[in-house]
Structures are given as structure tokens and as C-alpha cells.
């Protein structure tokens, strides 16, 4: 084993640059370039009403862009998309308008009596049986021709996706489908989706499935069999020849527009490693006006994170100016589409402007500017969730753990590291799609608030010093990263694949 990739070598090189370097002086005068005063100044726009919660696509969205644009322009960043610093592309808001369906001759009311969850669109109103096959037994599947009808499927305790496509893969038309015990629970997810409705849903352009998929609660699936629901359950579980069926009618219109978009990307370039580049990231959109009319400003998530990726940036540029040119390059990725999940960053991973071999690392930031439920009356609240360091890369974790040593002395939480984390922070934002084609990532996160993606996530809930301190760690890390002799060899097994 070469000891200059080992563990073990980087340990001691660490531990001689602490005993023989002490901390260095160049990185912490552009350190402290990082200002609450200039956090706050950046915050104080990106996050106001005039921005209108940052919504993808819409004006906000763009006002922010064109913000970053130039400041990085200002600060002598290029644009390194043909000389450009937005990376546009195009997603599809996609509408369905008019689903309809009946049973006999009664019509259900959409969001009240059922809820679209599929795909389809169609010039006409289509007559179809609708056979009732519960948790869909391969006996059922053997027995019971289910080519052009829809299946009624009862997915409690099930994932209902795979039942549905295990019906379509055997020919159904489309399901309707019972996921939840209880009227009450089903009427809430209802009236979530009833504000929603006029709005659409935005995505990278697909060609429409035709697969219609109707969510009713058990109630209303025992009434359209006109049967009380446990015998319902029994007729599908115990005798695949006696089906309760039903006729029904359907319909389903769909309405696409174009929505322009935009990643917005500034450039250093390095030295003498200048072909490896270090991506550093946030998300710039935010969720928009709610049903309410009131504005989401997202003033932590991800104002925090686009203003920390700012100063950040400035910090380097000056240095660079002055003769300290990083001799890796860095890319100051501020992406789009995130909250319609991360879109931007997507895009960016299948058309990166760098090559993604020479991609070393993401240093993504998401919400960094609160305290999160854990740390609420925690004595010691300078802390900050570490998500992935030891993934993929042996040494990131090491390098990252002794810059806060050296510089910031954070409580760095790895909590969220678990591989069986029920919240999945770690595929909740951009850095996954780095980490998905093997690049080291960090993703820095303050924890989840009551305010997540609530209009009061405002900046007078900012803690400043806190996030000066957060991102003094984020830019001594990427200012390591970016001068170290080895990249962070990629030594780890890439486990986590599956969103
Ligand atoms: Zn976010």
C-alpha cells in the first residue's frame, strides 16, 4: 500500500502539519473575510418578499440568479458556461386537468372521493372493469385474466408502487388503489392535494404513461363493491374465483408548459492541479407562495447555504487576486430545482461542465443558518450536522475533523450517517447526485425546525455568528481540499445508490 494515499500517512502528515506548520495564517486571513455583516446583507434580499419564496422558474427564481450572476461577476469569477455563468435548460410543469371518474353511474369527486396519483392522458371517456384483487396474490395473477381492467388493490402495510406495477406488468390497465386505514387520514392527504391543485408538477420531460392510478379510502373502496370492507379483503384473499367487479368510466386530460430554468455557476481556476475541481454547492429556489398567498422565503433553506457558498467564493476570489491561487479550480454551483426534487443538480451531473472524473469533491450546504429540534437547549450549540464524509472516501472525514480542530472547534454531528436514518438526509439534497457517481461528498446541515419549509422561515430567525462560524469550517475544508498534494482517493464502497 502506497503510505502517502493510507490513512495511517495522512494521519501523520496531519498530525506534523499541527506539531510543525501550526494553523495557517494565509487561510485564515481570507477566513475572516467571511462576515456576519455581509451573510446578513445577502440574506436580507435573497430572502425578501420580492423574491416571492425563490419559486423554480418563476420571477423570484430569477431575480436571485441574476443576483449571484453579478456578484460573482464582481468579484472577478468567470462564467465558465461558454463565457456565460448560467447553465439554462428546460423542465416541463405538467398539469393534470379534468380527471374523472365514475363508478356506474355516480361520479367521484377528485380530491374529495379519490386521488390522482398516475399518469394518462386521453382524447376520450374510456369504460373499463375494475376487478377487485387485494394484495394481488401471483394466484390471483394466474387466475384471473386482468388485460385491459383495472385492478383494485389493497396496499395497507404494502409499498403500493410495487403492487401497482406488478398489476401493469401483468396487463392491467391501472389500479385504484387503498393505502391508509381511516376516512380522517385519507380527507387530510385529500385537502393536501386540493391546495395543490391548479399547480403543477415540475420535471425533466417525459413521454406520458398511459397508467391511470386512482387513491380512494377503504371506505369508498367498500362502497364502490357495494361490500363492507372485511369481506372485501376475504373475497381477494381466500377464493381467486369469486371477484367483486365493477364497471367504471374514466378520463383523463393532461397540459404541459415549458418552464426555463437556470443553474448559476462561477469559476476559479488553480494552478498547477487546476485540471481537478472542487464543487461547492447550494440550492438557490425555494418552495414560492403557498396556497395562503404567503410568502415561503426560505431564508435558511437554502438562502443560508447560497450566501454562505457566496462568501465563501469572495473569500477565495480575493485571495487569488493577491497571489493565493488554490491550485485545484473550484466551481461555486448555485443550483435550481431542489425543492422539485433536485433537478439542478441533476442536470448539472449529467451535463457537467467539468469533467465528472476530475471532479474530487461536492461540499454541498443545506441550512446552515438555524439550531434544529436537537440542539434546542443543548448548553453547547455550536454544532453542525456532517452527512457522508466517510462514504466514499477514507480521508475526507479525517481532513474535515482536523480543520475544525485546527480552526473552528464545531461539534461535528454524524448522526444523520446512519445507513438507517428514517429521514434519508443523506439522498435529500444535491450532493447525492455527486455522490451517485462516486464523488467524496460533505453535506453540512443545521437540522430540521419548525419553520422548514414554512413562510416563517424568515432572517430574523438567523443565527449569524453561528453560520459565519459553520462556513469558516466549509472554506478552511474546501481551502485543504483544493491545496493538498493527493486528491481524497475514492477507497470507499458506494453503498448507497437507492433513492
Ligand atoms: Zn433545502
Given at each position: 500500500m502506497n503510505i502517502k494515499s493510507s490513512v495511517l500517512g495522512l494521519i501523520i502528515n496531519l498530525f506534523l502539519s499541527i506539531c510543525?506548520?501550526?494553523?495557517d495564517e494565509v487561510a485564515i486571513k481570507y477566513a475572516s473575510m467571511i462576515t456576519v455583516q455581509d451573510l446578513e446583507r445577502h440574506l436580507n434580499y435573497l430572502a425578501?418578499?420580492?423574491?416571492?419564496?425563490?419559486?423554480?422558474?418563476e420571477k423570484g427564481q430569477k431575480l436571485a440568479a441574476a443576483y449571484l450572476r453579478d456578484f460573482y461577476s464582481e468579484i472577478g469569477l468567470e462564467g465558465p458556461v461558454n463565457g456565460g455563468y448560467f447553465q439554462q435548460f428546460e423542465l416541463v410543469s405538467t398539469l393534470w386537468t379534468e380527471v374523472e371518474l365514475s363508478i356506474g353511474k355516480k361520479k367521484l369527486i377528485e380530491n374529495e372521493d379519490f386521488i390522482f396519483m398516475g399518469d394518462g392522458d386521453m382524447k376520450k371517456r374510456e369504460k373499463a372493469e375494475l376487478v377487485f384483487l387485494?394484495?394481488?396474490s401471483d394466484e390471483h395473477l394466474e387466475n384471473?385474466?386482468?388485460?385491459d381492467k383495472l385492478v383494485g388493490i389493497w396496499a395497507i402495510g404494502n409499498r403500493s408502487g410495487a403492487l401497482v406495477d406488478k398489476v401493469m406488468e401483468a396487463g392491467a390497465l391501472g389500479a385504484v388503489v387503498v393505502t391508509m386505514e381511516g376516512q380522517a387520514n385519507f380527507d387530510r392527504m385529500a385537502n393536501r392535494f386540493k391546495a395543490l391543485s391548479g399547480r403543477g408538477r415540475l420535471g425533466f420531460e417525459k413521454p406520458t404513461t398511459q397508467r391511470p392510478v386512482f387513491m380512494v379510502s377503504s371506505e369508498k373502496m367498500g362502497e364502490i363493491f357495494d361490500t363492507p370492507v372485511e369481506e372485501l379483503k376475504e373475497a381477494a384473499k381466500n377464493d381467486p374465483s369469486v371477484i367483486p367487479s365493477q364497471n367504471i368510466t374514466y378520463k383523463i386530460d393532461k397540459h404541459i408548459e415549458r418552464v426555463e430554468t437556470e443553474n448559476v455557476l462561477a469559476f476559479l481556476e488553480g494552478t498547477d492541479k487546476k485540471e481537478e475541481v472542487l464543487v461547492i454547492s447550494s440550492h438557490y429556489d425555494h418552495v414560492g407562495i403557498n396556497s395562503q398567498g404567503e410568502?415561503?422565503?426560505g431564508a435558511d433553506d437554502d438562502g443560508s447555504g447560497t450566501v454562505t457558498v457566496m462568501e465563501i467564493a469572495e473569500a477565495f476570489a480575493q485571495a487569488a487576486e493577491d497571489g493565493?491561487?488554490?491550485?485545484r479550480s473550484i466551481l461555486f454551483l448555485n443550483v435550481t430545482g431542489e425543492e422539485k426534487g433536485l433537478l439542478g443538480s441533476e442536470y448539472y451531473a449529467d451535463?457537467?461542465?467539468?469533467p465528472l472524473e476530475n471532479t474530487v469533491n461536492n461540499l454541498n450546504i443545506d441550512m446552515v443558518g438555524r439550531i434544529g429540534y436537537e440542539y434546542e437547549?443543548?448548553?453547547?450549540?455550536?454544532y453542525i450536522y456532517v452527512i457522508g464524509s466517510e462514504m466514499l472516501s477514507s480521508h475526507l472525514k479525517i481532513i474535515s475533523e482536523y480543520n475544525n480542530i485546527t480552526y473552528t472547534n464545531l461539534i461535528?454531528?454524524?448522526?444523520?450517517?446512519?445507513?438507517?436514518?428514517?429521514?434519508r438526509f443523506y439522498y435529500r439534497s444535491d450532493h447525492y447526485n455527486f455522490a451517485k457517481h462516486n464523488i467524496p461528498v460533505i453535506f453540512y446541515f443545521n437540522g430540521v425546525h419548525?419553520?422548514?419549509?414554512?413562510?416563517?422561515?424568515?432572517?430574523?430567525?438567523?443565527e449569524f455568528e453561528l453560520m459565519q462560524k459553520r462556513a469558516k469550517l466549509i472554506f478552511h475544508t474546501a481551502w485543504d481540499l483544493a491545496n493538498r498534494e493527493e486528491r481524497t482517493p475514492v477507497d470507499g464502497e458506494n453503498t448507497r445508490l437507492e433513492r
Amino acid at each position: 500500500m502506497n503510505i502517502k494515499s493510507s490513512v495511517l500517512g495522512l494521519i501523520i502528515n496531519l498530525f506534523l502539519s499541527i506539531c510543525v506548520y501550526g494553523q495557517d495564517e494565509v487561510a485564515i486571513k481570507y477566513a475572516s473575510m467571511i462576515t456576519v455583516q455581509d451573510l446578513e446583507r445577502h440574506l436580507n434580499y435573497l430572502a425578501s418578499d420580492e423574491l416571492e419564496g425563490r419559486d423554480t422558474g418563476e420571477k423570484g427564481q430569477k431575480l436571485a440568479a441574476a443576483y449571484l450572476r453579478d456578484f460573482y461577476s464582481e468579484i472577478g469569477l468567470e462564467g465558465p458556461v461558454n463565457g456565460g455563468y448560467f447553465q439554462q435548460f428546460e423542465l416541463v410543469s405538467t398539469l393534470w386537468t379534468e380527471v374523472e371518474l365514475s363508478i356506474g353511474k355516480k361520479k367521484l369527486i377528485e380530491n374529495e372521493d379519490f386521488i390522482f396519483m398516475g399518469d394518462g392522458d386521453m382524447k376520450k371517456r374510456e369504460k373499463a372493469e375494475l376487478v377487485f384483487l387485494g394484495l394481488v396474490s401471483d394466484e390471483h395473477l394466474e387466475n384471473i385474466d386482468i388485460k385491459d381492467k383495472l385492478v383494485g388493490i389493497w396496499a395497507i402495510g404494502n409499498r403500493s408502487g410495487a403492487l401497482v406495477d406488478k398489476v401493469m406488468e401483468a396487463g392491467a390497465l391501472g389500479a385504484v388503489v387503498v393505502t391508509m386505514e381511516g376516512q380522517a387520514n385519507f380527507d387530510r392527504m385529500a385537502n393536501r392535494f386540493k391546495a395543490l391543485s391548479g399547480r403543477g408538477r415540475l420535471g425533466f420531460e417525459k413521454p406520458t404513461t398511459q397508467r391511470p392510478v386512482f387513491m380512494v379510502s377503504s371506505e369508498k373502496m367498500g362502497e364502490i363493491f357495494d361490500t363492507p370492507v372485511e369481506e372485501l379483503k376475504e373475497a381477494a384473499k381466500n377464493d381467486p374465483s369469486v371477484i367483486p367487479s365493477q364497471n367504471i368510466t374514466y378520463k383523463i386530460d393532461k397540459h404541459i408548459e415549458r418552464v426555463e430554468t437556470e443553474n448559476v455557476l462561477a469559476f476559479l481556476e488553480g494552478t498547477d492541479k487546476k485540471e481537478e475541481v472542487l464543487v461547492i454547492s447550494s440550492h438557490y429556489d425555494h418552495v414560492g407562495i403557498n396556497s395562503q398567498g404567503e410568502i415561503n422565503n426560505g431564508a435558511d433553506d437554502d438562502g443560508s447555504g447560497t450566501v454562505t457558498v457566496m462568501e465563501i467564493a469572495e473569500a477565495f476570489a480575493q485571495a487569488a487576486e493577491d497571489g493565493h491561487r488554490p491550485r485545484r479550480s473550484i466551481l461555486f454551483l448555485n443550483v435550481t430545482g431542489e425543492e422539485k426534487g433536485l433537478l439542478g443538480s441533476e442536470y448539472y451531473a449529467d451535463n457537467p461542465i467539468f469533467p465528472l472524473e476530475n471532479t474530487v469533491n461536492n461540499l454541498n450546504i443545506d441550512m446552515v443558518g438555524r439550531i434544529g429540534y436537537e440542539y434546542e437547549d443543548a448548553e453547547n450549540q455550536d454544532y453542525i450536522y456532517v452527512i457522508g464524509s466517510e462514504m466514499l472516501s477514507s480521508h475526507l472525514k479525517i481532513i474535515s475533523e482536523y480543520n475544525n480542530i485546527t480552526y473552528t472547534n464545531l461539534i461535528l454531528d454524524y448522526t444523520y450517517d446512519a445507513e438507517d436514518d428514517p429521514n434519508r438526509f443523506y439522498y435529500r439534497s444535491d450532493h447525492y447526485n455527486f455522490a451517485k457517481h462516486n464523488i467524496p461528498v460533505i453535506f453540512y446541515f443545521n437540522g430540521v425546525h419548525d419553520d422548514y419549509h414554512q413562510p416563517t422561515d424568515t432572517v430574523d430567525k438567523i443565527e449569524f455568528e453561528l453560520m459565519q462560524k459553520r462556513a469558516k469550517l466549509i472554506f478552511h475544508t474546501a481551502w485543504d481540499l483544493a491545496n493538498r498534494e493527493e486528491r481524497t482517493p475514492v477507497d470507499g464502497e458506494n453503498t448507497r445508490l437507492e433513492r
